[in-house]
């Protein structure tokens, strides 16, 4: 069991910077993938980021390549996303998940693989 909890979210206007904190128990997070998510409202939960079982690799969207860098801190078994430049369709609900095994560059990109999910902590971009 992992449990996971997010925060650093909240309002800021267009073209601010953002940094999201995700906090892990009951597993290290150095022994599971991690992964950020979003999901807009109408829209489907769809992924930003993560980093390999090891730290070794980390993937991104493509929508936010450049913009948004996770890191993570295994001393503190804490994930974060880093976000600048937003803008207001970064507007959402934002997720960290993980997977208990491990992933591959494409399979890391899938929700279905990710089984333990935080509660989600709300961006709002304004114009």
């Not at 090891?54 to 913009?67: H, M, P």
Request: glycine share 10%.
């Amino acid at each position: 069991q992992v449990t996971l909890v997010e925060s650093g979210g909240g309002l800021v206007q267009a073209g601010d910077s953002l940094s999201l904190s995700c906090e892990a128990s009951g597993r290290a997070i150095s022994t599971v993938v991690t992964g950020w998510f979003r999901q807009a409202p109408g829209k489907e939960r769809e992924f930003l980021a993560a980093f390999s079982r090891r730290g070794s690799y980390t993937y991104y969207a493509e929508a936010v390549k450049g913009r948004f860098t996770i890191s993570r801190e295994n001393a503190n078994d804490t994930v974060y996303l880093h976000m600048s430049s937003l803008q207001p369709e970064d507007t959402a609900v934002y997720y960290c998940a993980t997977i208990d095994g491990y992933c591959t560059a494409v399979s890391c990109r899938d929700r279905r693989l990710y089984r333990y999910w935080g509660q989600g902590t709300q961006v709002t971009v304004s114009s």
